[in-house]
């Protein structure tokens, strides 16, 4: 199959992610947008690496999923205090740093 | 010897700076500090006076360098003194009357309780004039001219609580601010022509610097001598500066600061020498200001302005002299002196009639007192008959004298001069016999003051009547000494120089003039005043006599050209500095604000906006990459 469609794929994946970040108030669900779009550009990072027939891509694709992770972690504490002070997981709820 | 010439700055200096900073331990004992050391002053300056009369004619001037004051590359100012005959005349001058009026002080401030202070401040007053009279360039002599009229604003203001005397003091200082202006322009303008500003070469290169330079320079002496001397047209401060307690009228207003103007003329002799466009400007100012002082003092029924009237009048007739040049500075001098006697005397003595009429200076309201204050009455007299000339005593010998030498000026310029100068001899005779018979002779006009106390005039005490008697001494016997042989022309004329002029009159007839107008003088005083009782309000009189009463408009015409012109300058330049200067500042600054207001709306605080302007300014940054690329 051509590598080139795992780049369409990789776009797809990515808007997908972007618009649910813009649309969806749940701070998971945004998370989870989040999610898919970092994956969105590792699975691009890995499609070039085999392309261009080297190794730097997949290289970055680890950086970036342990990046993730480090995220995911420091990102969920924050949305479970958020949730403990004000019962809900709405960002929009949590705009009151505006003056 | 030359060490001693700064001692004589610095023991009043002391005196100064003892009173002003020891505070209220030293209130028992100031004023004595304060006298002793004003009379150690006089001590040292007969001790330097009898050194010098030991010595010839041509080296009796002691010079002594105390340090170098400001050495810049080429710029050298010293604190140098320098005592020739002019300075030591001045020493004497001020030490003496100085030592008697902080006597007299004693008595006349007993009763106010800041009377140290009052003391701290003379002394500082003695000190500056020394200084201005000793300093051997024209930059100290600056120094000791602003002292003199630091002491003289501080001492008019003694008594700041009157809203009066706060005022007098201010425009006394403003109005002598415009002549400092003057000597500090001439100061430059020195330095610019001859490099230094030190006396000697000054004054012997003055002849070498062109006429117009030394025009310039003359010009400026003279604004500079008018603002200190109260001279037309800077003669608005000298009435309204008898706010003060009269001691200092009499030692600064009438005897000694006054006459520093004088002073300056005369050292700065050689300049108006080399100068006659100056020259001839001095003697305007001095002419027209001996008949202006002398109408104005016709017309005051305050005993201490009409005193005032007269002192400007006098030293009028001193800058006629100086304008003469060497016709008349030494004669301008010895006015000076006895003038320094005779007006110190009758200040003193209207100081002596206040005490004793609860401070009422109404003239109106006297009468009589010859019988009630018989040592005020005859000292005051003798000075009366002094300043009007009656033969013999001290006004006699030096105001025939300037006559004399105005007449011997020649040509039209001589019989105009010595026109205005007999005239101004009898105005002189009219107003002095006025403030004699008001004061001291016809039936009582006193009334209650405003608690109701009747006025009890009594003698003052001795500490005043003896500094009073020792000045009518003066004031009698001092014109016939200095002209016993011509010693005062023999004394001075190596430092000022004499000519004796070309007069179209003899001294003899200058004499019988003086004395006629003399006697019309008087005789007209004695018919509106002597003959007949005296209104104890002042009746309307004549046009002249209601413009002489307001000082022949001299606040108004000051009024009208130069303060009303001031304000509308100050409110145009405020109404430019609110509308424009402001405008721009306000309307860049509002208009900021508006704009952040706006761009602060795009803070919402939405999670999701700043994530789209994060995609949006992403996307913008890779379209530029890549159009960039593709071009």
Redesign the interface.
Same mark, same amino acid.
Request: overall charge neutral.
């Given at each position: 199959m051509n590598p080139v469609n795992y780049l369409y794929l990789a776009a797809l994946l990515f808007t997908i992610g %972007?618009a649910g @970040? @813009?649309?969806r108030r749940n701070a998971i669900v #945004?998370f989870m947008c989040v999610e898919l779009m970092l994956n969105a550009c590792n699975l691009a990072f890995v499609t070039f690496s085999r392309l261009h027939g080297n190794l730097d891509g997949q290289i970055i694709a680890f950086f970036t999923m342990v990046v993730a992770a480090a995220e995911v972690v420091v990102g969920l504490a924050i949305i479970v205090t958020i949730f403990r002070s004000r019962h809900s997981a709405s @960002?929009?709820d %949590?705009? #009151?740093?505006? #003056? | 010897m030359e060490n001693l010439i700064g001692l004589l700055v610095a023991v009043p200096l002391l005196g100064a700076a003892l009173l002003l900073c020891g505070g209220r331990r030293l209130d028992g004992k100031g004023h004595y500090i304060g006298t002793v050391l004003a009379a150690a002053s006089f001590a040292i300056g007969a001790v330097l006076f009898a050194d010098m009369l030991g010595r010839g004619e041509h080296d009796r001037a002691l010079h002594s360098k105390v340090f170098s004051w400001i050495p810049v590359g080429g710029f050298r100012a010293d604190v140098a003194f320098q005592l020739d005959q002019l300075s030591m005349t001045f020493v004497l001058l001020i030490t003496g009357v100085g030592t008697l009026i902080h006597i007299y002080s004693i008595g006349y401030m007993e009763h106010d309780e800041r009377r140290r202070r009052f003391f701290g401040y003379l002394n500082l007053f003695l000190a500056a004039m020394l200084l201005l009279v000793l300093a051997d360039n024209y930059l100290l002599l600056y120094v000791g001219w602003e002292g003199v009229g630091l002491a003289s604003y501080l001492l008019i203001g003694f008594w700041q609580h009157k809203p009066s005397a706060a005022t007098a003091a201010k425009k006394a200082f403003i109005v002598n601010r415009v002549g400092d202006v003057g000597l500090s322009i001439a100061i430059m303008l020195m330095f610019t022509t001859f490099g230094t500003f030190a006396f000697a070469p000054v004054l012997s290169n003055a002849g070498d610097a062109g006429e117009g330079k030394v025009t310039a320079i003359g010009l400026m002496l003279l604004l500079a001598a008018c603002g200190k001397s109260a001279q037309v047209p800077l003669q608005s401060w000298l009435g309204d500066a008898m706010e003060g307690p009269t001691p200092v009228s009499a030692l600064i207003h009438a005897a000694t600061m006054v006459t520093a103007g004088v002073y300056l003329i005369t050292r700065s002799g050689a300049i108006f020498n080399a100068a006659p466009d100056a020259q001839a400007a001095v003697v305007a100012v001095g002419a027209v200001t001996l008949l202006f002082g002398a109408i104005v003092g016709c017309a005051k029924d305050d005993i201490k302005k009409a005193l005032a009237g007269s002192t400007m009048s006098q030293i009028g007739y001193m800058i006629l002299a100086a304008g003469l040049g060497p016709i008349g500075y030494v004669f301008a001098i010895m006015h000076l002196v006895t003038h320094g006697f005779f007006k110190a005397g009758l200040f003193l003595g209207a100081g002596s009639v206040m005490h004793a009429m609860n401070d009422e200076v109404d003239m109106r309201k006297y009468g009589g007192l010859r019988k009630y204050m018989p040592v005020t009455f005859v000292t005051f007299g003798l000075g009366y008959l002094a300043i009007i000339g009656f033969p013999g005593l001290s006004g006699f010998w030096s105001k025939d004298k300037i006559i004399e030498a105005a007449f011997a000026k020649g040509g039209t310029e001589g019989w105009i001069l010595g026109g205005a100068a007999l005239l101004g001899a009898a105005i002189t005779a009219y107003y002095m016999t006025r403030v004699m018979l008001l004061t001291f002779f016809g039936e009582k006009r006193w009334v209650p003051d405003e608690e109701g106390h009747e006025p009890h005039p009594h003698e003052s005490p001795s500490s005043m009547t003896i500094p009073m008697i020792v000045l009518a001494v003066g004031s009698v016997f001092a014109g016939g000494l200095f002209s016993l042989n011509d010693a005062f022309l023999k004394w001075l004329e190596p430092v000022t120089g004499h000519s004796h002029g070309d007069s179209p009159l003899s001294a003899a007839a200058v004499t019988g003039g003086t004395m006629v107008v003399l006697l019309i003088g008087v005789a007209l005083a004695w018919a509106q005043y002597g003959r007949r009782p005296v209104p104890r309000t002042a009746p309307r009189g004549s046009l002249l006599t209601r413009a002489a009463r307001r000082d022949l408009l001299q606040d108004d015409f000051n009024h009208v050209a130069l303060v009303k012109p001031g304000q509308y300058l100050t409110r145009g330049l405020v109404y430019v500095d609110h509308k424009l200067v402001d405008g721009v500042v306000n309307g860049t600054a509002a208009s900021v604000g508006g704009l952040s207001g706006r761009l602060r709306k795009l803070q919402n605080g939405y999670a999701r906006t700043y994530a789209v302007s994060m995609f949006g300014g992403t996307a913008v940054l890779i379209a530029a990459t890549l159009l960039m690329r593709a071009v």
């Open positions: %972007a @970040v @813009v649309i #945004l @960002v929009d %949590a705009s #009151l740093m505006k #003056l | -």
